[in-house]
């Protein structure tokens, strides 16, 4: 499992065949080649030594996948960067796991001059983009111009092939470390279950620094088709990308999708080559699939789960539980069961399996988990306990194997040993036409332990009292799942990625209290 | 890579599924599960610890799956034995992996005695037969009934999964290492280039205790299906079993499909579940093609090339390369292209890469490369060069990638400066139709370095002399390549498995001489 292996494939059996489509601008497989074969010349003549990290910094484009066949065919490791990401964030991950050369395109230049300020050891910079490199940094079409092509460093199995900075909501980023051992077992049984053929197109719009994205590009090169590139998400260029190279599958989320169906050219395209979509875990997306299935009759949709630690995926849920049967049956809404290679179990506090219907937490198994943090031994070491990796999701497994995601399991709540689950209290709340946005925690109860507490953003001149919310949840739950107390605020604190931050809602109710607050 | 993960998945998601059927005796996953968890339990009992190994001797059957996946189950590691092997070849291989457990059913009862009193430790004998287990023996089956099922030990990766011994006409037998790894990464990639639907219910003739027959066992456990077990080539067992069992795909080699073939009741089954066969490497195989699709239009073909050192598959040419339009251009007689994870090269003497269209020594790298011979760091070293695996195989690669085998690298012939492949010049010699058997080998020639010898066998009372036969010879090729000299013989020496001893006839030429003959 070299992951460079698929390359040395193309171009000793299909070198005419398009790897990469830019807007426009298509390289073949020879050419990506030795293109990669210099650019790896590059690298190591500026110092990149095996093992050794490269960054990139760019939404995606045919050079960020050049980059990630290049660093790995000179022997180095990936560090693709966050662009959603501060300064102060990148530098930390720059600093953290060692990186001394960083490819930038346009997009990013202004971030440069503060990122060589701060950083402890100033990285060089490659400039990736299409015009002439800035002063003081080297260009990456003359450095691939003037380097003769290297021989494969044939790196793999255990060997690192990229280092991938997760979370700012929960703390300091965590560097997880995925080798190709892990990226090729995360990759290679997809293609057995879901087989693409050689001449499929995979669209990628998903962020390559993502292991979603990442993923996909390993798992397209092992099927031997063509990358396109689409830096930035813009419905009106996804749909006339599609029409342009004929793109076969992609994979995106639910929110990307509706936005395509609710697009006022939608029809005007000629998308007809489309035959498959992936997506990501949304607990939304059975509207979502009906419409796509009644605008695009006969598309293959899978629904995968999984983690950056998993590289990526745990399971997938294939087209034939798309069905109409299988939305009536809700096994739409399952994350599939485990693939090969991959085994799944629902586990107790300690780690016990529980039974069929239970909710526990899910752990797994397989050649596709990370060895762990970079440099962070005690969080690897709560991570995989007896040789599973606990994902801190908790869900639960039906008789056939069907794994259903409930929520995080650090945001279910204890109540009179009772579970709550927040997210499901989340989704009622959510119904109600007044509420804009809400998140329901655990706070101290002396008597319960836990209460069920939500917090509620309402719509720009709507009204609602406590009572009246109270009994809309008690229309649709059990009472004690109900919140106990209810508050109403003008916003809720927010992650750079959106993803709101229970964290510091939870923080004034627990500080000084046993309840662990991460 | 725990080659046991398939099982848990299995026991997870389909319990009812039929796992194994012998005969008419079916298990389901659920039990097969149970069985190979407390066969687990006692292997472990009786001394069984991690990485030991444990033999089976015995036909085809459902035992024999039962016992691959108990004994990795249990943490141990496989030595199969060859049925077709002496009882001093048997304890050879008893002897050089130390092999402390042995199973054996009723065909190799009678071995056991002179086995036990030649062995340097007599091994622990299990009866895995349908009878009462004899004296001084355990019963399979009251093992199994007897033990409490144990966890899996979840070995993976590195570790040893079975030592399998090749050849005993290149002196003496050699034990493969096959790891977890090797093997998954040998057969996960068959799944993504043919996949297999989870209801393939798949027939093994092919013995188990060879790398094509253990390989499909594996292959067919990722994909989840159903194993219909044949203990040995009887074509009206296998056209019954076919219809009985609703065989969907095979493995045969060339000898058992024209067997099939040619059987007077061939018309009076229902073969018509079958959708698939595999096929060994052989070179004579394009009239059976033709034949086998008039006999079943629209049946997939797929030609393979492996070795035991390579867990098994290097290349696979697939079912569109058996079309007319490729059997007219001759892409159906390539052993196909390397598939995902390995890459093929092909090189000369020095390791270089030879031009497209040479004939070179095939070499292979890849995660299925065994990392080498037990307890034989020299002829590892051999086979194992600047991380390329040498096959021994001659062969060439056209512009696509697709890969030719034209002879065994030992038994290509170099006269005066020209490469000449004897497996050519053998199949233009059996044209003649007086011919019934013959080899060619390379004799030393003062002026020419080595010469084209002949060694033939005449149909009986056939008659043919010298001259004729390189007349016979010079219609076809070119005058270097006809035999020099041509000898006449009653018989040809013959190994075991029916191979004939090239080494035996190049012997008492090349005795004190340079060529070094194996």
Same mark, same amino acid.
């Given at each position: 499992?070299?992951?460079?292996? @698929?390359?040395?494939?193309?171009?000793?059996?299909? $070198?005419?065949?398009?790897?990469? %489509?830019?807007?426009?601008?298509r390289? *073949?497989?020879?050419?990506?080649?030795e293109?990669?074969?210099?650019?790896?010349?590059?690298l190591? !003549?500026?110092?990149?030594?095996?093992?050794?990290r490269?960054?990139?910094?760019? $939404?995606?484009?045919d050079?960020? /996948?050049?980059?990630?066949?290049?660093?790995?065919?000179?022997?180095?490791?990936?560090?693709p960067?966050?662009?959603?990401?501060?300064?102060?964030? +990148?530098v930390?991950?720059?600093?953290?796991c060692?990186?001394?050369?960083?490819?930038?395109?346009?997009?990013?230049?202004?971030h440069?001059?503060?990122i060589?300020?701060? %950083?402890?050891?100033a990285?060089l910079?490659?400039?990736?983009?299409?015009?002439?490199?800035?002063?003081?940094?080297?260009?990456?079409?003359?450095?691939?111009?003037?380097? $003769? $092509?290297?021989?494969? %460093?044939?790196?793999g199995?255990?060997?690192?092939? @990229?280092?991938?900075?997760?979370?700012?909501?929960?703390?300091?980023?965590?560097?997880?470390?995925?080798?190709?051992?892990?990226?090729?077992?995360?990759?290679?049984?997809?293609?057995?279950?879901?087989?693409?053929?050689?001449?499929?197109?995979?669209?990628?719009?998903? #962020?390559?620094?993502?292991?979603?994205?990442? !993923?996909?590009?390993v798992?397209?090169? &092992?099927?031997?088709?063509?990358? /396109?590139?689409?830096?930035s998400?813009?419905?009106?260029? &996804?749909?006339?990308?599609?029409?342009?190279?004929?793109?076969?599958?992609?994979?995106?989320v639910?929110?990307?999708?509706?936005?395509?169906?609710a697009?006022?050219?939608?029809?005007?395209?000629?998308? *007809?080559?489309?035959?498959?979509?992936?997506?990501?875990?949304s607990?939304?997306?059975?509207?979502?699939?009906?419409?796509?299935?009644?605008?695009?009759?006969?598309?293959?949709?899978?629904?995968?789960?999984?983690?950056?630690?998993?590289?990526?995926?745990?399971?997938?849920?294939?087209?034939?539980?798309?069905?109409?049967?299988?939305r009536?049956?809700?096994?739409?809404? *399952?994350?599939?069961?485990?693939?090969?290679? /991959?085994? +799944?179990?629902?586990?107790?506090?300690e780690?016990?399996?529980?039974?069929?219907?239970?909710?526990?937490?899910?752990?797994?198994?397989? #050649?596709?988990?990370?060895p762990?943090?970079?440099?962070?031994?005690?969080?690897?070491?709560?991570?995989?306990?007896?040789?599973?990796?606990?994902?801190?999701?908790?869900?639960?497994?039906?008789?056939?194997?069907?794994?259903?995601?409930?929520?995080?399991?650090?945001?279910m +709540?204890?109540t009179?040993?009772?579970n /709550?689950?927040?997210?499901?209290?989340?989704?009622?709340?959510?119904?109600? #036409?007044?509420?804009?946005?809400?998140?329901?925690?655990?706070?101290p109860?002396e008597?319960?332990?836990?209460?069920?507490?939500?917090?509620?953003? &309402?719509?720009p001149?709507?009204?609602?009292?406590? %009572?009246?919310?109270?009994?809309h949840?008690?229309?649709?739950?059990?009472?004690?799942?109900? #919140?106990k107390?209810?508050?109403?605020?003008?916003?809720?604190?927010?992650?750079?990625?959106?993803?709101?931050?229970?964290?510091?809602?939870?923080?004034?109710?627990?500080?000084?209290?046993?309840?662990?607050?991460?």
């Amino acid at each position: 499992m070299y992951l460079t292996q @698929c390359l040395h494939r193309a171009v000793q059996q299909y $070198p005419d065949r398009t790897a990469t %489509a830019f807007r426009g601008r298509r390289r *073949s497989y020879g050419e990506f080649g030795e293109r990669v074969a210099r650019l790896a010349g590059a690298l190591v !003549g500026l110092g990149m030594a095996h093992g050794d990290r490269v960054a990139m910094l760019a $939404p995606n484009s045919d050079r960020y /996948v050049e980059y990630i066949m290049g660093v790995w065919w000179g022997g180095g490791v990936l560090n693709p960067i966050n662009v959603r990401w501060s300064v102060p964030e +990148i530098v930390y991950s720059l600093d953290d796991c060692d990186t001394r050369i960083l490819l930038v395109d346009d997009t990013y230049l202004p971030h440069v001059e503060a990122i060589r300020a701060k %950083a402890k050891h100033a990285p060089l910079v490659i400039y990736a983009g299409d015009g002439e490199a800035p002063e003081g940094m080297l260009s990456f079409e003359t450095l691939i111009a003037d380097t $003769p $092509p290297i021989e494969d %460093a044939w790196r793999g199995g255990d060997d690192l092939a @990229c280092i991938m900075y997760t979370g700012g909501t929960t703390g300091f980023p965590k560097g997880v470390m995925q080798t190709h051992l892990n990226l090729w077992s995360g990759c290679v049984p997809r293609l057995a279950e879901m087989p693409q053929p050689p001449n499929c197109v995979v669209m990628h719009v998903a #962020p390559l620094f993502h292991v979603a994205g990442l !993923g996909r590009v390993v798992t397209q090169f &092992l099927a031997g088709g063509t990358h /396109v590139l689409v830096p930035s998400f813009d419905a009106g260029e &996804l749909l006339a990308t599609i029409e342009r190279e004929g793109v076969t599958e992609s994979v995106l989320v639910p929110t990307m999708i509706q936005a395509l169906l609710a697009h006022p050219d939608l029809s005007r395209y000629n998308l *007809s080559s489309l035959r498959r979509l992936y997506y990501g875990a949304s607990p939304s997306a059975g509207a979502m699939v009906e419409q796509l299935l009644a605008q695009f009759p006969g598309i293959e949709l899978s629904h995968s789960y999984g983690l950056t630690e998993t590289c990526p995926v745990v399971s997938s849920n294939p087209p034939e539980n798309h069905s109409d049967a299988a939305r009536r049956s809700g096994l739409s809404r *399952s994350v599939g069961r485990g693939g090969i290679g /991959v085994t +799944i179990r629902i586990v107790d506090a300690e780690g016990r399996e529980v039974p069929r219907g239970t909710v526990g937490e899910i752990v797994v198994r397989g #050649p596709n988990i990370t060895p762990g943090y970079w440099n962070k031994p005690e969080e690897t070491a709560r991570a995989m306990r007896n040789g599973w990796f606990h994902t801190g999701d908790g869900g639960y497994m039906n008789e056939q194997g069907y794994v259903f995601i409930v929520d995080r399991i650090k945001d279910m +709540i204890v109540t009179g040993g009772e579970n /709550v689950y927040s997210a499901e209290i989340e989704n009622v709340i959510a119904r109600h #036409p007044a509420v804009a946005m809400c998140a329901v925690i655990g706070v101290p109860h002396e008597h319960w332990g836990e209460a069920v507490h939500a917090v509620v953003v &309402l719509k720009p001149g709507a009204k609602l009292d406590e %009572a009246t919310l109270r009994e809309h949840c008690r229309e649709f739950v059990a009472s004690y799942k109900c #919140p106990k107390t209810v508050e109403f605020r003008d916003a809720l604190p927010l992650s750079g990625a959106g993803k709101i931050l229970k964290k510091d809602l939870r923080e004034p109710y627990w500080s000084g209290k046993a309840r662990e607050t991460k």
